[in-house]
């Protein structure tokens, strides 16, 4: 199984990034997607997930009403379109997937994870 992550970048607060995580080795459509971030010194922590189908969506509290979690599930990918980006967004962006997860905030429910992808917001 691979999850290439890719679509990180330097950008300035307010602009927005498009993060793409392109999925291989698995069944796609039957796996939750999730983002998760983690900053210097800091935890990874939960960013956004998405159901098998794409209906039902999750995110943080910090980033609601600017990034939005979709996939496409004929292309084995998941996005995040981020806006309005603010300099406590930088942080190195993973996707994982989960087939079953009793809640999509825990990184030890996720069973595989890409490499990351470094998003970098200059203020």
């Known amino acids: 199984v691979q999850l290439q992550a890719s679509g990180g970048g330097l950008v300035q607060a307010g602009g927005s990034l498009r993060l793409s995580c392109a999925a291989s080795?698995?069944?796609?459509?039957?796996?939750?997607m999730g983002w998760f971030r983690q900053a210097p010194g800091k935890e990874r922590e939960f960013v956004a997930a998405?159901?098998?189908?794409?209906?039902?969506?999750y995110y943080a509290n910090s980033v609601k009403g600017r990034f939005t979690i979709s996939r496409d599930n004929a292309k084995n990918t998941v996005y995040l379109q981020m806006s309005n980006l603010r300099p406590e967004d930088t942080a190195v962006y993973y996707c994982?997937?989960?087939?079953?997860?009793?809640?999509?905030?825990?990184?030890?429910?996720?069973?595989?994870w890409g490499q990351g992808t470094l998003v970098t917001v200059s203020s």
């Open positions: 994982a997937a989960a087939q079953r997860l009793a809640t999509v905030v825990a990184t030890n429910e996720y069973e595989y």
């Open positions: 080795g698995l069944t796609f459509s039957v796996y939750v």
């Open positions: 998405i159901a098998w189908g794409g209906s039902s969506t």
